[in-house]
């Protein structure tokens, strides 16, 4: 089929190109010319793994292009992902959907015959009714077909979620275009995701509501590790022991830091924003919000116990500062919040990421970056384990201590066995959701 994809961010970029290796002819567009330039020559602005290979090979075979001519693509297209960005709005909670709308406007203006328009990007419920009357402003009823289909993508798993989904959900009531899409992701349905067809209102709302759900998981598992802390028990065996009810699911059960990304506090707010909206308050999500934004504050009060207090001048290093491992993306990550707390109290930081990912940092004087792991955490106070890369599932514990009086780690992904770390002399080590001693 003809596909064009309106934005080259990380899902419009990831499902192009997949939708490409499944033979489709894929034009993906986006302003940049400088960006575009760099992905016509195989080379992607964004750290996912497998991705820069998929793009070669399918500029290579011809399907896959890249474009800045978007009325011209959309023209040579029978059906047109909208996957520009929704982040949050100046109000601090809903999602801001200028460039949705405008999008549609250009649409509308420039294109004649029909098309399929698919809103890839995450919006509230009844977005898809605002587009549907932007595009048919001036128009014909009926010239375009407006329909959701949220994606479901995690970064740094992304191409496995695109080929192997659980689910491909579809909201339209228009018989024929289900029939087009379930011949779309047929290679994908016929592995075993299961092909959701609803109202085009249903599907952006389970697009939310799965966020905000897997938000609970965490928060929840979070809020049970502080319990465990207390009563001395491993949140570690707890998830495995609810984990294994199906009703339950062992996924989205790892105790951590605060989530953080581009998506689970922007969407989880935006939800709570139209839950007020439409007077249906929403108080778990509202719940699941505080929670993080407390989670945030009791780690950071964990490191103040852990160090007595005693803060300024002190050295932290991190391990890992974007959100998660498997990707470079530093938004909403904990570890900048955490860092900017140790900062404003006199403290010095240390920081080793390796997919060098740092703009953010950058700007801190007190703050270094190390492309050296060991250089890092040399002649450090604290070390804290923030992000759950494998290389620092292996850490070569000798070293460290050659380099270190006394090494104090506090892991926020518990990579280690509690028990080995306390027979170990000269290692004083934390971690979550296990008996807290500090
Ligand atoms: C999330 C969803 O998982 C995707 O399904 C969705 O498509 C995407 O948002 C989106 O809306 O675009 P992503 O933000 O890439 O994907 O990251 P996740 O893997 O979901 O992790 C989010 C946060 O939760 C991270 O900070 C991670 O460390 C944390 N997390 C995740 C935990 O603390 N524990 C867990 O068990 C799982």
């Known amino acids: ?29 986006d302003k940049d010319r400088e960006k575009l330039t760099q992905l016509e020559n195989g080379d992607i602005p964004i750290f996912e793994p ?34 520009v960005g929704t982040p949050t709005a100046k109000d601090g909670v809903s999602a801001d959907l200028s460039q949705v709308f405008s999008v549609a ?12 328009i698919v809103t890839k990007s995450t919006v509230p ?64 349905i016929n592995k075993g995701a299961a092909f959701v067809s609803c ?38 065996d707890v998830s495995v022991g609810i984990g294994l009810d199906k009703r339950i699911g062992s996924r989205f059960l790892r105790a951590g830091p605060a989530y953080g990304g581009s998506c689970f506090p922007k969407d989880t707010k935006a939800l709570a924003k139209v839950g ?36 300024k001048n002190k050295i932290i290093c ?33 920081y080793y990421e390796p997919t060098g990912s740092k703009e953010i940092l950058d700007k801190h004087k007190n703050v270094k970056y190390f492309d050296d792991l060991y250089l890092a955490v040399k002649k450090v106070d604290l070390i804290i384990i923030h992000t759950e890369w494998d290389e620092f599932k292996n850490l070569n514990f000798s070293k460290i201590k050659n380099n270190n009086k006394k090494v104090i780690i506090y892991d926020l992904r518990n990579l280690y066995d509690n028990k080995s770390f306390i027979n170990k002399n000269n290692i004083s080590y934390y971690s979550i959701g296990r008996p807290f001693n500090a």
């Open 318 to 350: 991190f391990l890992g500062v974007t959100f998660k491992a498997n990707t470079d993306d530093l938004r909403d990550s904990s570890a900048i919040n955490l860092i900017s707390k140790f900062i404003k109290k006199g403290a010095k930081i240390n």
């Open 105 to 116: 406007k250009l649409i509308s203006k420039g294109i004649k015959s029909h098309k399929i």
């Open 199 to 236: 109202s085009r209102r249903t599907a952006e709302l389970i697009k939310y509501a799965s966020n905000a759900f897997l938000a609970t998981k965490i928060s929840f598992i979070n809020e049970i590790a502080n319990l465990c802390e207390k009563v001395h028990v491993n949140i570690d």
């Open 125 to 188: 419920i009844g977005t898809g009714d605002k587009i549907e009357k932007i595009l048919n402003k001036n128009k014909k009823k009926g010239l375009f077909t407006i329909i959701s289909n949220p994606e479901f993508l995690r970064e740094g798993e992304a191409i496995k979620d695109f080929k192997y989904p659980d689910r491909v959900v579809i909201g339209t009531n228009d018989k024929r275009v289900i029939k087009i899409f379930n011949e779309l992701y047929r290679p994908i």
């Open 1 to 29: 089929m003809k596909i064009c994809f309106i934005g080259t961010g990380y899902v419009g970029l990831v499902s192009g190109v997949c939708f490409s290796d499944l033979g489709n002819s894929v034009i993906c567009i």
């Open 50 to 83: 497998g991705l820069s290979e998929l793009v070669r090979k399918n500029l290579d075979a011809g399907r896959l292009s890249f474009s800045d001519d978007l009325i011209g693509s959309i023209k040579k297209s029978d059906i047109v992902f909208i996957a």
């Open 276 to 311: 007020k909206n439409y007077n249906s308050p929403l108080s778990i999500v509202n719940s699941v919000i505080n929670f993080n934004e407390k989670r945030k504050k009791d780690i950071e009060n964990n490191i103040y116990k852990i160090l007595h207090n005693k803060i």
